[in-house]
């Protein structure tokens, strides 16, 4: 886990506010990795409106929590429309793709074990 009192770093055995912890930037996906460890990380990500990650695969399972916002997620295939508070697994190697029709803030926490 990143140190506590390094500028930038994530509070520790603090409750607080994980979308406040980004910012949208007009055209763009911002990501913040806030744990990052041998088995895993937990990543912060922004997405505008009209943004993307085009379909690839991961050797790990992958799971997305959605903030705020909407996202269309694709997973094998399968399209999936996400709302603020919805999670998507996305298993390990298959094929998945994430697109904002609006802006969105997700959460992704990738499983390494």
């Known amino acids: 886990m990143t140190e506590p009192g390094k500028s930038g770093a994530t509070p520790v055995a603090e409750a607080f506010r994980v979308a406040e912890m980004i910012s949208m930037q007009s055209g763009a996906v911002v990501s913040r990795t806030l744990v990052k460890q041998e088995k895993g990380t937990v990543t912060l990500f922004a997405f505008d409106a009209g943004q993307g990650l085009s379909e690839h695969t991961a050797p790990f399972d992958a799971l997305v929590h959605v903030l705020e916002?909407?996202?269309?997620?694709?997973?094998?295939?399968?399209?999936?429309?996400?709302?603020?508070?919805d999670m998507v697994l996305m298993p390990a190697n298959q094929p998945h793709a994430l697109h904002a029709p609006v802006a969105f803030k997700m959460l992704l926490t990738m499983i390494r074990a």
């Not at 916002?69 to 508070?85: H, M």
């Open 69 to 85: 916002g909407e996202a269309d997620v694709t997973v094998g295939g399968k399209p999936i429309r996400a709302f603020a508070g």
